[in-house]
């Protein structure tokens, strides 16, 4: 699950930054989630340790009744453009941000979060196997992951076509060491 919508009055690019919370919008997105949500068997929560995914979680372990664990592994993206305007973002940089240029400037790269993102997902298979977990992240991990599962190359194209709206989830069956995104 992508966690809720962030409030974000500056519109600006925050990545890792602290302290952007969800927006009243946001929350009440993710309580709504929840309610849809009550209808799985649901047995662990995690989320990364940044704001707005501890209080996804949160919102969703007070509804469900399951207390969350925090993950390194499930972290937003390190980015080099963080305080910059979104609009300078999307219209600059964001179609070319996982290219060589950004790597060479200390931008996380596809291969590296794709790496995390499976580690975790290897730890859930053996520590909770055949037990539904509730994942909260970012959305650019997320699809990162699906497309390393799919063993489809990253692309802006890609993303675009698979990106999770906030407080919007995809479900990954891991049945007999197979993933199939649903």
């Known amino acids: 699950m992508r966690h809720g919508e962030v409030y974000n009055p500056k519109r600006i690019l925050y990545g890792r930054m602290s302290g952007f ?8 997105s993710v309580k709504l989630q929840a309610e849809n949500l009550k209808k799985r ?14 209080q996804s979680a949160k919102i969703l372990s007070e509804e ?3 207390k969350v664990k925090i ?8 980015l080099i453009f963080e305080g910059m305007p979104l609009m300078e973002y999307k219209s600059k940089i964001q179609p070319s941000l996982y290219e ?3 790597y060479l400037k200390g931008q996380e790269s596809v291969e590296s979060i794709a790496e995390r993102m499976t580690k975790f997902l290897k730890m859930i298979e053996k520590r909770h196997n055949g037990q539904e977990t509730l994942v909260v992240s970012h959305g650019d991990p997320i699809v990162i992951l699906k497309a390393e599962i799919n063993n489809i190359p990253f692309t802006w194209k ?5 990106y999770l709206k906030t407080a919007t989830f995809t479900t ?9 995104w649903k």
């Open 21 to 28: 919370r969800l927006s009243e919008y946001g929350r009440e």
């Open 41 to 54: 068997k649901i047995n662990f929560i995690y989320a990364s340790p940044m704001l707005r995914t501890r």
């Open 64 to 66: 469900l009744g399951i």
């Open 71 to 78: 993950s390194s592994f499930l972290n937003e993206v390190k």
């Open 100 to 102: 060589n240029k950004y």
């Open 158 to 162: 890609y993303k675009k076509d698979n």
């Open 172 to 180: 990954l069956e891991i049945k007999d060491g197979r993933y199939n």
